[in-house]
């Protein structure tokens, strides 16, 4: 059966392989998200803890992730992304075990959650750059990123509305358990996959020597590094924004943990259709207009959003702005995959794994701590305003990069005159 062009990456078993795999344990990683949000805020009803947690569970990616990718360039893409979907599988056990037994505390939750960050700053660089590995045909490495985006919103979708279920009727030990067996997924998955890996190049350089060419290599790659510079500004400013949603669904909306868990899936909606659209797009297609519009989309939804007291019409809001964030994210890593060259891709791909995820801690401590001295709306005023500053700010830089030209042209031979067919 033909597929779509829009579907054309799942031609490859591996690829199809990876992407049922990862669909399962990503719906009980959204769930373990959704629950830790929950739990800490019941125990504490404090943004400001809130923040701590966050912080604890993604500062280990911002520390080590240029080093994680370095060592992902110099080790098996595979032996690592299995290592780490094991050891991932392990922690939710863990905590699972510990609330159930009701053994766990504030503390413990921090603990867990700085192991978990820990494995997330090997795992990501591993798993990006393993796509590749995946895919045969170059040209449809960017459906391929599409696709995965695709899923990983529809697990976002899909996790917090079970999340919801499950925390009202079980409780946050049963979503716990729940993530902790859907690691078996992955990890079957990536067994079954017969792929045809490059050997391992044996490097005597120093890893840190092997660092510092990435990011020398970076330097003089403009469009990809402002694209990076410019994820980290939106990943402290923006992305924390859903630091709060708790507290909004407590105080600002006066509603429990159903309304917590419909502002999270309505979020992962927005996110599906922003995924979506980008896997139509052409590999061709102007990328860094669309991270410009998208990082302007979802910074003018979190404005609109921040003092809303209809709750049904907040979440119209924040569908749309997800929809713009999932652009962003999925065109930005788009554009560098697309542009990188194959000896820095681990590399890159930390740097940008280290902007996209490392900030979002630091971000997570300002937006709770801001929250905690004045409040939930006002911080997340400022969370709008700064986004739009920070995008404004590289329009010039995005110009001079090549905005509106053809980002990779050896790829126009592989194109589909029509890619809708």
Not at 128 to 140: R, T
Not at 211 to 240: C, T
Request: proline share 4%; with cysteine.
């Amino acid at each position: 059966m033909q597929l779509p062009n829009s579907m054309r990456a799942l031609q490859y078993k591996n690829f199809r392989l990876y992407f049922g795999g990862q669909a399962i344990s990503l719906i009980g990683t959204w769930m373990q998200r959704i629950a830790v949000s929950w739990l800490v805020y019941t125990l504490t009803h404090s943004s400001f803890m809130l923040g701590v947690v966050a912080f604890a569970g993604q500062i280990p990616t911002m520390l080590l992730s240029p080093y994680a990718g370095t060592y992902v360039d110099r080790h098996s893409r595979y032996k690592t992304l299995l290592i780490t979907q094991i050891a991932s599988m392990v922690q939710a056990g863990i905590l699972a075990a510990l609330v159930i037994t009701e053994t766990h505390t504030v503390t413990t939750i921090i603990i867990l959650s700085i192991i978990l960050g820990i494995i997330n700053a090997f795992d990501t660089p591993a798993r990006q750059s393993f796509m590749i590995l995946m895919v045969e045909k170059k040209a449809d490495l960017p459906n391929a990123i599409a696709l995965n985006s695709s899923m990983v919103t529809f697990a976002r979708l899909a996790g917090p509305a079970v999340a919801g279920i499950l925390l009202s009727s079980f409780g946050e030990g049963v979503c716990f358990f729940m993530n902790f067996l859907s690691f078996i997924a992955v990890i079957v998955s990536l067994l079954l996959m017969k792929l045809k890996t490059p050997p391992t190049k044996t490097i005597d350089e120093p890893i840190w020597q092997n660092l510092k060419e990435g990011y020398d290599y970076l330097q003089n790659s403009k469009g990809i590094r402002s694209a990076i510079l410019l994820m980290a500004l939106i990943s402290f400013f923006v992305m924390p924004y859903n630091t709060l949603f708790p507290v909004y669904a407590q105080q600002i909306f006066k509603g429990n943990v159903t309304t917590f868990s419909w502002l999270n899936s309505i979020a992962g909606l927005g996110a599906l259709m922003g995924a979506v659209y980008v896997a139509t797009l052409r590999p061709d297609k102007d990328f860094l207009k669309i991270i410009t519009l998208a990082n302007l989309l979802i910074s003018s939804c979190i404005i609109l959003f921040s003092y809303m007291q209809n709750f049904w019409l907040a979440l119209a809001i924040i569908m749309l702005g997800e929809s713009g964030l999932l652009a962003l994210i999925a065109s930005t890593n788009t554009y560098i995959q697309t542009n990188v060259k194959e000896n820095m891709r681990g590399r890159v791909i930390s740097y940008y794994v280290m902007a996209f995820m490392g900030m979002q801690p630091l971000g997570s401590l300002l937006v709770g701590y801001l929250a905690h001295k004045t409040s939930a709306p006002f911080t997340l005023l400022i969370e709008g305003i700064a986004g739009i500053i920070s995008v404004t700010a590289f329009i010039p830089a995005f110009k001079k990069a090549g905005m509106g030209k053809v980002v990779h042209p050896n790829l126009e031979k592989y194109l589909p005159k029509n890619p809708f067919k």
